[in-house]
């Protein structure tokens, strides 16, 4: 009886006020890592601004899973192409089982700096990557920066020769990959969540992170020295299952676009000086020593690793890879 109450009253109020009585649709946000980290400040963003939404007030509820608490680095993509999972933000190195393009952000040394990441990402050729994928049941909605990357090593490294045979951590990419290899070292494939115990039990000898994930995981502590060498980006791709996407009324996709488009300017904002602020946390522990390389310094190591730009030149495209490069001039 009550059942069918609420049915009679539900059917009413949509015959005269439009109103929706069907469940809200769930958005299962998961990702790998801390919460106190440029990714887990806007997943927890995205969520607190559509729940305050009052175009999305009852149609749609963001749950937030942080720290491979729902999926790990290896299965997150599989979950979203099953539908297990509606919204992610791998790293851009990720993606390259789906289209090489992507590849660009892995190369080292490509960017001078963020401003210039920016102008590329918000370029033609950047947004065009955006949903390069969606034939694969991928669909790009923003890029988040998490930050520059460093160098994390259980020895001093100044020289690129410094890095020679040492087995660092990489994320599941060839550019990655062979840009350790340029130094003569050995790369190992290694999921963020077992990162701190390899490096604890020497299974690896280093790893490449920014300072912001290299605090949040504590990797300070089981790695006493660090190369500020800003060498390569890390930056995430927001993505979602293109049909979940395209299967969602329009003014709910365009209400959560916009809302992802303005959580993306305060993610960006934020991510520099959440970086700052972990690699002051580090030097406060006095657990590690950071180097800081002369210009010169870096300068011989982005010459041993430039040549994994001809390396991927023909998969990722010399065209797109001028576009990237052509960034760092400012306006």
């Not at 305050?52 to 509820?61: I, Q, R």
């Not at 062979?178 to 130094?183: E, I, N, P, R």
């Not at 992802?260 to 934020?270: A, G, H, L, R, S």
């Not at 310094?297 to 001809?310: G, N, S, T, Y």
């Amino acid at each position: 009886m009550l059942k069918l109450t609420k049915a009679l009253f539900c059917a009413a109020a949509v015959s005269m006020a439009g109103m929706a009585c069907a469940d809200p649709i769930v958005i299962k946000f998961a990702h790998v890592v801390a919460e106190n980290t440029p990714k887990g400040q806007g997943a927890l963003m995205f969520q607190k601004m559509v729940a305050a939404d009052p175009a999305l007030k009852d149609k749609v509820k963001v749950e937030v899973y942080p720290n491979s608490s729902l999926f790990g680095d290896g299965k997150e993509m599989e979950a979203l192409l099953l539908g297990d999972v509606q919204m992610l933000a791998p790293s851009l190195a990720k993606f390259e089982q789906y289209t090489k393009k992507v590849q660009i952000f892995d190369l080292p040394f490509l960017f001078n700096d963020l401003a210039a990441v920016d102008r590329f990402q918000q370029g033609p050729q950047g947004k065009a990557l955006l949903t390069s994928m969606d034939d694969k049941g991928i669909h790009g909605l923003a890029y988040w920066h998490n930050g520059l990357k460093q160098l994390s090593a259980n020895k001093k490294m100044i020289e690129p020769k410094d890095a020679r045979g040492l087995k660092f951590r990489v994320q599941a990419s060839s550019v990655l990959e062979a840009q350790f290899v340029a130094l003569h070292a050995n790369p190992r494939k290694m999921s963020f969540a077992e990162v701190y115990q390899g490096l604890q039990t020497g299974t690896v000898n280093g790893t490449e992170n920014t300072w912001s994930n290299y605090e949040s995981q504590k990797v300070n502590e089981v790695q006493p020295f660090f190369t500020e060498t800003n060498h390569g980006l890390i930056d995430y791709m927001v993505i979602t299952n293109s049909k979940f996407w395209n299967g969602l009324p329009a003014d709910v996709r365009d209400e959560l676009q916009k809302i992802m488009d303005q959580v993306t300017v305060e993610v960006n904002k934020q991510a520099e000086a959440l970086n700052q602020t972990a690699k002051q946390k580090i030097i406060d522990s006095k657990t590690s020593e950071i180097d800081t390389l002369t210009p010169e310094q870096r300068a011989k190591w982005r010459e041993v690793m430039k040549p994994v730009w001809d390396k991927f030149s023909d998969e990722i495209g010399a065209d797109l890879i001028k576009a990237a490069d052509d960034s760092n001039k400012a306006p």
